[in-house]
């Protein structure tokens, strides 16, 4: 498959990320969460913005532009997506 993604890799992927920050929840000050919420929207602001510039839908593009991972930036997109954002 090239450099397809494996779907059940990327699930297993993301119900193991899932569960560390449930249990990362467990144990964090809440002023950490709240910067972190804080963050992530601040991130998901600037991807809207750099797609409304007219830029282009491609994880590579927007990790580079954010200096975040491709795998970041393509959940970023996904979940703007999903909430309708994008």
Do not use: N
């Not at 779907?7 to 000050?29: G, I, W």
């Not at 804080?38 to 600037?46: M, P, Q, R, V």
């Amino acid at each position: 498959m090239g450099e397809g993604v494996d779907p059940t890799q990327m699930c297993r992927s993301l119900v193991d990320k899932v569960s560390r920050a449930e249990q990362l929840k467990a144990v964090a000050d809440p002023e950490l969460l709240v910067l972190f919420e804080d963050w992530l929207e601040e991130l998901e602001g600037e991807v809207v913005s750099f797609v409304k510039e007219g830029h282009s839908l491609e994880s590579a593009d927007l990790a580079e532009k954010l200096g975040i991972s491709r795998a970041a930036a393509a959940y970023l997109l996904a979940k703007l997506k999903r909430d309708g954002r994008l």
